[in-house]
């Protein structure tokens, strides 16, 4: 069984100058070896294909997303460290008493 959903023209992804598009994904079950050919309808045009996970964060909304997210957890970080340090601070007072 072969599930194939054609992806809009917005995936675009630049790596290291090149650019990539992505066209389809495809989802295979059962898993196994699989032959998958791509052809270029102009002689001329030399076209590359490539077979992996899509990129995760590959839009504006995606990436504000993820940059909302680590905002959040960086400052959910700092506020357990400051009241881990007045919990010790505490208990180092009241020990010493």
């Not at 598009?21 to 079950?29: A, D, P, T, W």
């Not at 032959?35 to 504000?64: K, M, N, Q, W, Y």
């Not at 010790?88 to 007072?93: D, F, L, S, T």
Request: aromatic share 6%; proline share 3%; hydrophobic share 45%.
């Amino acid at each position: 069984m072969v599930l194939v959903s054609m992806l809009s023209d917005g995936l675009t992804l630049e790596v290291d100058g090149e650019r990539w598009r992505g066209l389809q994904m495809m989802y295979v079950k059962p898993v196994g070896t699989y032959t998958l050919t791509c052809t270029v309808s102009d002689e001329h045009v030399t076209s590359s294909f490539s077979i992996g996970d899509p990129p995760r964060f590959h839009d504006a909304r995606s990436r504000a997303l993820a940059g909302l997210a680590a905002s959040a957890l960086a400052s959910l970080s700092v506020l357990v460290g400051a009241v881990l340090t007045v919990v010790i601070a505490v208990r180092r007072h009241l020990h010493g008493r």
